[in-house]
């Protein structure tokens, strides 16, 4: 696979809680980042300001900063009553992404999904991606994160485009804006004193560096085989048959 010290990447998103630790490991391993965001948090990489849902900006931050390597965590918070702009962002948005990569020639798009796509509301145990998703998404939120991963995943292959969706639980550790505020507010309301169900409920959390670490590794191996690669793989193909 090819080496991801050759990628120049633009972390769309990366102002926010996951785009800004993509970004620190990136810089900490010596890579070349930029970032794409409607906000600016930090100033210590090139920043362009932009909506993805804007084509023409993702496109054009895309041909000034080079890019190689699309990594796309942008999105509204979870938990917005704004359906319009869940699908604005997420779907018509990744739209934007994936069209300006095509355009660009930009050869990898790593997307940031959401382990929510396959949520029903029942418990989800010992799953993996293979399980599909329920027929009626618990929310909007939910819903457009689906339709974008689809999107992503349908444009793998295609106009020289590698494209691998991840999709990380719920996630927390410094530079946490949601979920610890959630829980204070939580607490300012005095509702710690409920319990819902027998306590034996479990939810799935991801450390925010694990979860970034596992969007460099995707990076890292989005790329297509090269022909040795690809005998190599045909000769183990092959053995594997029965004769
Ligand atoms: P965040 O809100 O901290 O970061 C998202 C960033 O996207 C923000 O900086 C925001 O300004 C930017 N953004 C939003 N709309 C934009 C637009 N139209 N154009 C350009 N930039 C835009 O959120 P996060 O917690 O870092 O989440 C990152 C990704 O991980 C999201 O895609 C989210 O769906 C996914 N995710 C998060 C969690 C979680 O627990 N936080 C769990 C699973 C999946």
Request: hydrophobic share 40%.
């Amino acid at each position: 696979m090819s080496s991801s010290s050759k990628d120049v990447y633009l972390v769309i998103g990366g102002s926010g809680f996951l785009g800004r630790h993509i970004v620190q490991q990136l810089v900490a391993r010596g890579d070349a980042v930029s970032v794409f965001d409607i906000v600016q948090r930090y100033h210590d990489v090139p920043f362009y300001s932009g909506d993805i849902s804007e084509e023409g900006q993702v496109a054009g931050a895309l041909r000034k900063s080079g890019a190689t390597c699309i990594i796309h965590t942008a999105s509204p918070i979870h938990g917005l009553d704004d359906p319009a702009l869940y699908w604005k962002v997420n779907v018509d948005g990744t739209k934007a992404v994936i069209a300006a990569a095509v355009a660009n020639g930009v050869p990898k798009l790593v997307y940031t999904s959401s382990a929510g796509v396959v949520f029903s509301g029942e418990s989800l145990i010992d799953v993996d991606e293979r399980v599909p998703p329920p027929e009626k998404a618990m929310d909007a939120y939910n819903e457009s994160k689906l339709k974008a991963e689809e999107m992503v995943l349908a444009a793998n292959g295609k106009g020289g485009l590698y494209t691998v969706a991840l999709r990380p639980a719920g996630l927390f550790g410094p530079g946490d804006r949601q979920l610890m505020t959630g829980l204070y507010q939580t607490y300012l309301r005095n509702q710690t004193h409920f319990q819902i169900g027998d306590n034996t409920n479990l939810f799935d959390w991801t450390y925010i560096e694990n979860a970034a670490y596992a969007h460099l590794l995707a990076a890292d191996r989005l790329a297509p085989p090269s022909p040795e690669e690809v005998a190599k793989l045909k000769e183990e193909l092959h053995n594997a048959l029965p004769s």
